[in-house]
Structures are given as structure tokens and as C-alpha cells.
């Protein structure tokens, strides 16, 4: 059996040399490790993978490893079993390349989740939820209902147990309604190579900037819109001869991607979350 | 003989035609032809290269350019004869990557320009303009003497007959006093992906937002402080693993490459502008 | 009314002229000219895309335009109706990431094709095909069979009417038998960065190389493996962290992106082939 | 001060827990520490930084580390004191970027390295060394000659305790004579994306080849000609408006930016060798 355990907390010495030392003693053997020290914070990140031949009780392995490190360190840390499927709601609205990518990467086994549901704003998408066999529910949001609608939202999410929400442009501002009970757990994709052209219409913005290159950013979702901490990047490069509609299209297939290798990123439990900021052990 | 046509007019049905007509009656041959229309804004532009077995008279090719074509499409135009080096002078402070660029460049023969001078505000790069044997002015610039600096300075740009000026990490912000003599005729190079970070140090303004991709813009300068027309964009990955030095040192090498480009698209009569944006035919 | 004109012949004066001027006539507008040189051949290319505001006799327009023009330059040419669906076929195996992708822009209207049905020799993607409503034919191809099989998707492709043919990860050598009905008009993924790893399994031997990029070529099926004419390549960088299992999962990213690229600028006549190469008029 | 440990062996339980161990005992602080398992050769490599509050003496250090660590896990191992700087040779032929670009970043404390000196094959860029006051040899290397040429650079790179060689744009073949002194020692920049083009003329056969993609190599030198471990790659758009000359220059910017990356993780002691591929903890 596999654990890979996430660590974060004050720089101190001796950490990795205790905490590999705590793995052989339970008779694990580390298979990957990875750490990082973020000088100006002073704050250690830690990522490791092992393998243990036999079978131990994790809940006791958690427990010992709060007991004689996490309690003298300070440690902020989880340890997640390999194997486990991770419950992932997608919310959209009316855009498909995302909620395609998703679901042929989900329905090939290369996304290793379960998908309780699929949630919209308008009805759409329920065709595609059909064609892989995936609950849809249409829950219309507006100026009036908002705070209702998050009320069913937040319904569905208990009731399945989800895990985290993958926002395959969703095109409405989630609240902090949700946002609490989902801290570090909502991952957007938001249409332009964050921070330039935050908001609505970013590649109508950058058309009109003229810039040479556009992007696409994939974030935790924070209260302040756009402003969250980013996970993945990429862009495309652009001229003279592309039209709006040109940007859309070459947007859309950042977008799939950027959001697509972002959910991976969290699914296998490679970020870390500080200041606002991300560590990705990829 | 060649010669580099660039025109821009109200879009209308014929240009194409008359111009290559216009072209033939003189005896020349097109050899490039690129063109575009801006549907938004319903303007034309066309840069064109012709070749000509004889020599032609260029005044006169000019004069009746304006007169069969210019007039009656209301063109803005200008004509290039081939193998004419502009006179370009660089502007630099304390940083010298985009300044070795920019040199060995010329000094290898791969940038076709005369540089008459390079301008300090700083004495430090005077050595390197001594490595190349090129005039180096030492011209200091603070609050109370700008205006005065900035007369010795257009003083010296007349004197020299400078057609364009290139701020190769020129860390003072040049005033309309020259803006308005060199229209879309300063090249800045500004060390972020331009709209975002625009300002004093983007790097640090990165760093901090924890982005995974930094940039280098290279744009005309206008009045309006890092938003005038963007010549050429690049990007390159970063993560949590580099430090703000990482970044400078990353940038620094797109730095140099990105100004080098946008300098050569100019000199080489590549780039055309309209509504503060680019057109770029590469 | 639309149409857009593909032209290649040797390079002469006076095409470009000649060319708008019979547009002119006819009563139509210049929209889009993009026009090449390859100087080394001697062979002008051009791409034009005209308006014309009534409609006007295709039939006519085309003789008109071999009598007037293409004799008089010797041109091969082609005339394409703005609007007209193509016909396209889509062969597969067993992978259906570039198959997901295809039916994901077909089903949104990005892709302007007819797909008249998935061809595979193996069961496997039919399920694809169903979720999509698209006929999938099943024909067994062995070392045995080959010839028979061939014959059996001729069949097909004539029955249908098929203008061109996707090889969407299709893990067959196809052989002249279909090349030289479809010549220039089938369009392969291959898994590599041409011409480094043609041939079986280039991830692997990729990795074996150890190099820090890895990529992937759309190109048009010619008799010799892997060597014809590329229409799209695009890369991505590895590192030694990632094992064949992440090579192969970074490659369907670039396959699939690369691949319906390239099919777009098919499907759009923005492809020319001279030479084993292409011009893309993009 | 500041200690530089690399190491690799096969893979054992315990490794990470007993160096880090050994650098507690001697009262060191990791503060970076990167490791990665080659899984299919069972091979462990770690890079591990250390600073040490007061001075200790580094033959000491060695001497225990070799006692209680490196016999004991079958370790290769080098440990290198922060601030040292190599002695780096250059060799070049004709071509100047790569030298500019070397020289630049020397020149402005960025390439940490002493540069004894300068040697060519050509009296070219005698000039520049000139510029940079560094020590200039020339050396005519012809068939016949060959045998002779390298003992004359031998005796050079010996009396100058040379400990790396770069050959920027040295458009000779090095021989075993000189390669088995300096194993994974000589670091080259070859203009084309490996393994594709290997050989002469790369810019050329990829002209022919019609890549849409060109690339630059950086990989240390074996025997076998542009197949030793590479140590960094970058690639660049082309396309069919590009000349062989733009592949030329667009290469340029490549191979200096991809040769000094490639020369600054040799330097900081980032790169490790193993079956003839590299790890790279950059």
C-alpha cells in the first residue's frame, strides 16, 4: 500500500531526517520526495510518497505521526491512501470544452475520480451528462435567488460527500457561502493569463490591447474574484490576423488543458496552498 | 533594386489590383505582398516588397505613387528603398543584457543599423560602449534637471539625425518632449507580460502573485506610461522553486531576445500601427 | 456568396494583378490575399478569399477562371464554396483521446464537417461513436486480410462520398492502395516530434534518449512512413521526473490538439503541398 | 559556508534518513534537498544543499561522509564548497553569438566561472576575446594536423587547470583524445533539436524537411557524435515564410540562450549523468 503524506510548517532542522526516519521505523520505504523552503516566509513544504509491503493501519499511522511530529513541529499536514477516488462536482454553464475534456479524460481512467454529479445554471449541457451516464441537475441562478440557489448547491454537495469542485466555466460568482466549506477545494478556469484581464471578457480586453500572446489560468477560488491562488498556466500566441472569435477558439483549447492538468494536479495531491500561493510537486 | 511599400486606408475594393498594376507600369516585380483588413475598424493595410531590374528614380517613383494612388484611396504611406541603415540610437541605465545583445548583433551583421551614440543617464556601460567603439553619452537625469537633460538630449538626437531610439532597460520615463519628435519611433522593452505588472518592478509584483509564467513586452512608447502598441510578446515558465533573482535572471534572457526582435521588425519595415495596436508582417 | 481560391504555379509577374483584377470583374471584394514565393522552387503560391455581394454561377466563375487564368499561367488550382461541409471519415484503434476531441468540436460546431462514420478495427470505440450518434464500422485488419480489409473501407469511403480521411491514432499502416485515392487528403497523428522517433512506439524511445522535449506532427499520408508533408507540430517539455507512463499522457494532450488543428486548417483550404512540404495560409 | 552535496547510488531504504542524519551530526541545515528514483535501473540520485553555521573542514567532512556513508550504500558522490568558481575553457570557430552571450553573463557576474582562455581554430574572433581580455589561441585544426592540434590544446587545458570545456559554435569534431580527460566535462550547443538532424548542416535538412518546429541542443560530449546526455533543449516556431537564413537566425537565439542555460546548470553543480541521459535538479 502507497501513503503520501503533505506537511507544511516553520523552517526548522532535522525535519526531513525525522520524518523519513518515522517512515522506515513503521517499515515504509520513501519512493518520492520532494521539498521546498519559501525563504521570505520562512516555512517548510514537504511531499513524499512511500510504499509500505505490508498492509498498516493508517489511522493509527496518523495518529503516531501527530503524536511524535506533526505536535513538535507545528506541522499543518495530511496523509492520503493511494488509490482513494476523490468525490469531483463540476459546476457549468453553457460552454462544453471543458466538460468534454473532463469526461473523456474521467470516462478513459486517466482522471481518477468519481463524479457524483454535474450542476448548471442552465439546462444546455444535460445532453452530454447523458451521453456519460452522469447525473445532471439545473439549478437556475439570478440576481433574486442566488442565496437559495447556493442553499441547493450546498444540498447536493453534503448529500454526495464531494470532495472538491472543478468550475468548467461556470460563467456565476460563487459566494463565500460555498467558498467556506470549500476552502482551497474550488478550482476555476478563468480565460486569460491571470492577472491581466481579470473579469468578464478577458479575451475581448486583450483583442483590444493588442497584446501578442494570450493565456489561460487555472486557480483555487478565494472570495476576491480572480485574485485566487494559481495552480496552472499556459498560453498561445496571437497576431494581427486573428479575430475575436480566433482568440475564442485558440482560448478554448488553453482552457481545457490548463483546467484539465490543474484537477490532475489536485487529484494527486501535488498542491500546496500558502499565501496565497501554490507549491506544485509535479 | 527593391523597394518596401507600407500602406495603410479606409478599406476599399481595388487597392490590391492597382497597387500591382502601378508596380508592373514601373518595370518592378512583386516579390512579397502581405495584406490585412481590420474589420472592426474597416481599414486596409498592405506592406509589399518590389524589385526592380533597373534603377528607377525613387522620387519620382514616389511622387507619382502619391499622385495615381495615394490621393484617391487617401492612403498613409511611406516608401523604403532596400539596403538603407537607419540611424538608431539606444538609450541605457545601468543594466547590460539588452545592450550586449543589441551590439553583438550589430557588430556581427545581423542588425542592418548605424548606431551613432548610446545615452546614459549613468556612467556605468561606458566601458562596453568603448568595447564596440560607439560614442557614449553620459547625460544624468533627476527630478529637478529632466527637462533640461531631456533638451541635451534631443539636442544631440538632431544633431546625429536619429531616425528611431531603443530604451534597452532605459529606467526613466521619457516625456512627451520626445515622444511627440519620434512618433511610433521609441522601442521600449518592458520586463513583464504586459498588461499585467505593468510599472516599477514586475518581477517582484509576479513573484508575489505567485504566477507560473513570467514575460517580456516590447512596445512603442507613448504618452501613457507601458500601454503603447505592442510590437512582441514572449513568455517563459517559472515555479514555486525560483526566488525573485530566478525570475530577474529568466527575464533578463527575454528581455534581450524580445527587444532584438521588435528592433529588427522595425528596422526591417515589418511593423505598422493603428488604435494603439500592431500589425505585424513577419 | 464566399469563395476562396487556392493557386500554385511558377513564379510570374503580374499574377497578383491579373488575379484581383478578375475578382474585380466579376463583381467581387478581396477579403483575404495571402500569397508565398518559395524562391528555391520558383513557385508562387497564393490563397484568396473574395465576397461577392450577389450570387454569381460557380460553374461559370470556374471556367471562366481556368480560360482567363490558370492556362494562361499554368495553375493548378482549386474553387471552394464558402459554407460547403467536406466529407470526413475518421479511422481509429484503441486510443480515443484524439477521437473524444474531434466529435467534442464536431458536436459544438467548431469542426465544419460531415462525419459520415468511425472506421476501427477493433470493437473498442463504438460506444464513442454511439454517445456521438455516428455509424461505426468494425473491420478486423490482420497481416492476412490487409488487402480484403483495404478493399472493404474503399468501399466505404466511395459509398460515402468521403472528401478526406482522419487517421485519429489509427494504428495501421495504410497503403498505397487507399494513399493514392486520397492523395494529400489523409491526415496522420504521429506520436513525435518528426523526424526524431518515426516509426513504433517514440515514446519510449523518447525517454530512452533522454531528451527534454517531447512533441507531436500532423501530417498528410505519403507512401514512406511518417515522412510526408507536415501540416502541424507542436511540443512540450519533460524532464527526468516523468516516467513513459507520463510521456504518453503528456503526448495525448499535443496528439490531440495538434491533430484537430491540423484538420481545421484542412477542412478551411488554408493547406497547400508542394515539394513533400506544406504552406499553411493561417 | 555553504556545502554542495551529489549523490547516486542504487536504490536502498534509509539513504535520505542517514544523510541527513550526517549533516545534523555535523551541524548543517539542509535547506534544499531534491532526489528522483530511475525506477527501471534502480538508481537513487540526490542533490543536496547545506550550510553550516561555523567553519568546518571540508577534508574532514569528506573523509566521514566517504567512511560512514558512501562505502556503506556503494555511493558515487561529489562535494563541492559554495563560491568556488571552475575554470571554464571555450572553443569556437567562426560564428560569435554563443561566445557574445557567454561573455556578457561573465562579464556581468553572472556566470559564476574563471575563464582562462579563449581557443579557435580560426583567428576570427580574436576581436572579441580582445574586447573581453581574455587570453586568445589559435590553434589551426586540418586533417592531417588533427593528432597534434589536440595536444596542443591539451597541454593548454592542462596548464590552466581547466576544469570544463564549453564549445560554442567549435565546428571541429573532439576526439577521444580529449574526451576521455574530460568525461561529461564538455559541454556543446548543436543547432538542432536531437535526435532529429544530427550531423552537419541541421538548419538545412530541416529547411528540406518542412518542420514547422526548429530546435537547439545542449547535451555533454561522447564519443558517438551529438548522442552524449542531454542537458537542455528549446525549440521555436517556423513556417513556410521562413528561409533557410531565418532558421539560421531564429537558431541563433536558440543556441546562445539553450548553451549558457545548459553552461550555468553545469556550474552550479545541477546536472548528474547516469546510462547516458541526465537528471537535471534545476
Keep these: 500500500m502507497n501513503l503520501t503524506i503533505l506537511i507544511h510548517c516553520q523552517d526548522q532542522s532535522g525535519i526531513i531526517h525525522n520524518v523519513t526516519g518515522f517512515i522506515s521505523r513503521n517499515e515504509g520505504n520513501v519512493i518520492y520526495l520532494d521539498q521546498h523552503v519559501d525563504k521570505q516566509a520562512g516555512v517548510f513544504f514537504m511531499r513524499l510518497e512511500s510504499e509500505f509491503i505490508s498492509e498498516i493501519n493508517v489511522e493509527t499511522f496518523k495518529s503516531q505521526f ?5 505536535e513538535r513541529y507545528g506541522m499543518e499536514w495530511s496523509i492520503h491512501l493511494g488509490g482513494d477516488k476523490p468525490k469531483m462536482a463540476i459546476f457549468v454553464s453553457k460552454y462544453n470544452h471543458c466538460l468534454y475534456d473532463l469526461l473523456s479524460r474521467y470516462h478513459s481512467g486517466e482522471l ?3 463524479i457524483p454529479f454535474i450542476l448548471s445554471n442552465h439546462k444546455d449541457l444535460g445532453n452530454i451528462a447523458q451521453q456519460f451516464d452522469i447525473p445532471y441537475y439545473h439549478i437556475p441562478v439570478n440576481r433574486e435567488n442566488k442565496a437559495e440557489a447556493e442553499q441547493k448547491q450546498l444540498k447536493l454537495l453534503k448529500e ?3 470532495d472538491f469542485i472543478v468550475l468548467a466555466r461556470y460563467m456565476q460568482i460563487v459566494s463565500p457561502r460555498i467558498i467556506d466549506v470549500f476552502p482551497n477545494k474550488i478550482i476555476n478556469i478563468h480565460h486569460s493569463f491571470l492577472p491581466a484581464f481579470a473579469g468578464a471578457k478577458p479575451y475581448h480586453a486583450a483583442f483590444e490591447r493588442g497584446v501578442k500572446i494570450i493565456g489561460a489560468t487555472s486557480h483555487y477560488v478565494t472570495e476576491e474574484l480572480d485574485a485566487g491562488p494559481i495552480i496552472e498556466q499556459d498560453v498561445t500566441t496571437v497576431s494581427h490576423t486573428h479575430s475575436i472569435k480566433d482568440f475564442l477558439a485558440k482560448g478554448r483549447d488553453l482552457e481545457k488543458i490548463v483546467l484539465s492538468r490543474a484537477v490532475k494536479l489536485h487529484v494527486t495531491h501535488k498542491t500546496m496552498v500558502y499565501n496565497n500561493k501554490t ?4
Excluded: C, G, P, T
Design 112 to 114: 481518477l475520480v468519481d
Design 279 to 282: 507549491v506544485i510537486f509535479a
Design 66 to 70: 501527530s503524536q511524535e511530529l506533526a
Design 160 to 162: 454526495h460527500q464531494v
